[in-house]
């Protein structure tokens, strides 16, 4: 299950303009002042049938205007709660590098371990955590940046994922890590002190593995409703598209079906 892009990391935004009323309102460039903490709840589907659910939960702290923290949770569920899972936990950290009056650029970089532990289904956890056959140990290093205007906000984002079964394995001889590639835009809409309207697109591709999806597009297209100055609500749709190799030229499908998002913010 793919999540809303880059919901569980951590960006900057120094806000101006009609963002100045609102600490957050689902900005794609949002970071907490110092000293303050912030938690966004989110609530998804699978795009194809709504029996499956994941919940995303990222909690942060503003350690300085420029540098902050962020734990993130990810949790997923699927005919019914038969079989459950905790995806992922992770820790990941972002530095303003630019802070122009409506510039922006992040360096960020994060730490995750997953499945965590998981209960039903076939060859699956059965109740045990950090199973070694088979957790993932996730590095992750990339920039963000951006232009926030007072009304409008553009940006766009590179991020490189490195995974092993160890935190320190480092392809040796015998245990060969994973190296995927993250790109791609978010963008936010101000129609007034209440309403704003998000999209984003984000393309995924495994670098070093022959694969017959030879990568793949998630699609994001919402509304946030601003409750007052430090808390948001938003709903938004989602769409997976996959370029396989079923022809010689390549094809892209589109899943069936879309997803469906809610998700909640405070900044306190």
Not at 61 to 87: H, M
Not at 182 to 211: F, I, P
Not at 212 to 231: C, H, P, Q, R
């Amino acid at each position: 299950m793919k999540k809303l892009a880059l919901s569980s990391l951590i960006a900057v935004f120094a806000v101006s303009g009609a963002h100045a009323a609102n600490v957050i309102d689902g900005n794609p460039l949002y970071m907490p002042q110092k000293g303050h903490f912030y938690s966004v709840t989110a609530l998804e589907t699978e795009t194809r049938g709504v029996d499956g659910t994941g919940i995303m939960e990222n909690f942060g702290y503003g350690i300085t205007d420029r540098l902050s923290v962020e734990v993130a949770a990810d949790l997923s569920q699927s005919d019914w709660f038969k079989r459950a899972e905790w995806d992922k936990m992770g820790l990941n950290m972002a530095f303003r590098m630019l802070n122009d009056t409506n510039w922006k650029l992040d360096a960020i970089g994060g730490y995750a371990v997953g499945p965590v532990w998981g209960s039903g289904g076939n060859n699956f956890f059965r109740g045990r955590f950090l199973n070694k056959d088979e957790t993932r140990y996730t590095w992750m290093v990339g920039v963000r940046g951006g232009y926030a205007a007072a009304d409008y906000t553009v940006a766009g984002h590179v991020l490189m994922d490195y995974a092993n079964t160890e935190s320190f394995n480092w392809d040796n001889a015998n245990v060969k890590g994973t190296h995927t590639l993250r790109a791609g835009v978010d963008g936010q809409l101000v129609l007034n002190k209440n309403w704003n309207l998000v999209s984003g697109a984000e393309y995924t591709k495994l670098m070093d593995h022959y694969n017959e999806v030879m990568g793949s597009w998630e699609l994001t297209f919402g509304a946030n409703y601003n409750i007052d100055a430090t808390k948001f609500v938003g709903v938004y749709l989602t769409k997976d598209v996959d370029h396989t190799r079923a022809t010689n030229k390549g094809d892209w499908e589109f899943r069936d079906g879309f997803g469906l998002g809610a998700k909640f913010g405070i900044d306190f």
